[in-house]
């Protein structure tokens, strides 16, 4: 397993870090063709944890060739977008701090959350439980709520980004110190 960069102690607040129950949203700017003129166009999209717990996706966009406007909303991005946020922003790992006994606990959590069938739902708490269930931050983020909210003890965390600000290279074991010379007469 690899290190998240927070420890294991309370988790670390940063900027953008969400307060509990707050809204959360991870963001992607990028660039598809002009649904009315076919033009390049910046669209921005965002992906929202909303305070009642549900996810939602939006994206705008406005064409600087032909002045069209687009707005649009649904509950997932689809996939290759989500691949690039995750991209661009890293995956978010769900950490469950205190595994129960099995998986089973985090299962029910999973797929009344998620809404994924049977095999699903085993699938990703088996991989919560190993510490290897990652998404994006408001999805993490998501589950990592509903989980608390059941009694089990997860969070939310990403490692550090690629590239950016590097973890602390751990420090050297300390060398022992030379014997103690005696003192002149
Ligand atoms: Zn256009």
Do not use: N
Request: glycine share 12%; aromatic share 2%; proline share 14%.
């Amino acid at each position: 397993m690899t290190t998240t960069g927070a420890g294991d102690g309370a988790p670390r607040t940063r900027p953008g870090t969400p307060t509990e129950q707050g809204t959360l949203s991870e963001t992607l700017t990028y660039t598809a063709p002009c649904p009315d003129c076919g033009a390049a166009t910046d669209h921005h999209g965002v992906q929202t944890l909303l305070t009642d717990g549900r996810l939602r996706w939006d994206v705008e966009s406005s064409c600087g060739a032909c002045g069209s406007a687009f707005a649009a909303c649904g509950g997932e991005p689809p996939g290759e977008l989500r691949d690039r946020m995750l991209a661009e922003h890293g995956p978010a790992k769900l950490r469950v701090r205190t595994p129960p006994p099995t998986a089973t606990a985090i299962m029910r959590v999973v797929r009344a959350t998620l809404g994924v069938d049977l095999a699903g739902a085993k699938a990703l708490s088996r991989r919560a439980v190993a510490g290897d269930c990652s998404g994006t931050l408001p999805e993490m983020e998501l589950l990592a709520r509903e989980l608390r909210a059941s009694g089990i003890d997860a969070v939310a965390e990403r490692p550090d980004r690629p590239g950016g600000r590097r973890p602390p290279q751990p420090l050297l074991p300390p060398q022992p110190l030379p014997p103690p010379q005696p003192l002149p007469p």
